[in-house]
Nanobody, 118 residues
Framework: QVQLVESGGGLVQAGGSLRLSCAAS????????MGWFRQAPGEEREFVAS????????YYADSVKGRFTISTDNAKNTVLLQMNSLKPEDTAVYYC???????????WGQGTQVTVSS
C-alpha cells in the first residue's frame, strides 16, 4: 500500500509563507502525478496544484497562481508546496494526493491544517 504524510502546516498571519511537504512511502510504484487539494469547513474539497512526475508539468488553481509553487525533491518521492502571500481565504485542511495513472488520484494523505489570520 502507499502512504502519504503531509507536514508543514500551521498558523500564519496574512501575507506570510508556509511550505508544505508530502512524502510518499510504501510498496514500489510508478507515480504519474501528485497534487495538493484543500477543504475548508462546510465546503467541498478543491484542487490547488498538481505536478506531473515525469516532465514536471504543473497546474494551478486560478486562486493560487502567482502565490503558490509546487515542486518535487531530488529523490522523486516528495512533493512540496511553497505558499507565499497567504490570505485568510487560504485557510483549510490541505491534502496531498497521488495518482499512478491518468485515471485520477487514488491515494490521499491525512491532511495538514493551514490557518491564515487577518
Amino acid at each position: 500500500q502507499v502512504q502519504l504524510v503531509e507536514s508543514g502546516g500551521g498558523l500564519v498571519q496574512a501575507g506570510g509563507s508556509l511550505r508544505l511537504s508530502c512524502a510518499a512511502s510504501g510498496r514500489t510504484f510508478s507515480i504519474y502525478s501528485m497534487g495538493w487539494f484543500r477543504q475548508a469547513p462546510g465546503e467541498e474539497r478543491e484542487f490547488v496544484a498538481s505536478i506531473r512526475w515525469s516532465g514536471g508539468t504543473t497546474y494551478y488553481a486560478d486562486s493560487v497562481k502567482g502565490r503558490f509553487t509546487i515542486s518535487t525533491d531530488n529523490a522523486k518521492n516528495t512533493v512540496l508546496l511553497q505558499m507565499n502571500s497567504l490570505k485568510p481565504e487560504d485557510t483549510a485542511v490541505y491534502y496531498c494526493a497521488l495518482a499512478i495513472d491518468y485515471a485520477g488520484y487514488k491515494y490521499w494523505g491525512q491532511g495538514t491544517q493551514v490557518t491564515v489570520s487577518s
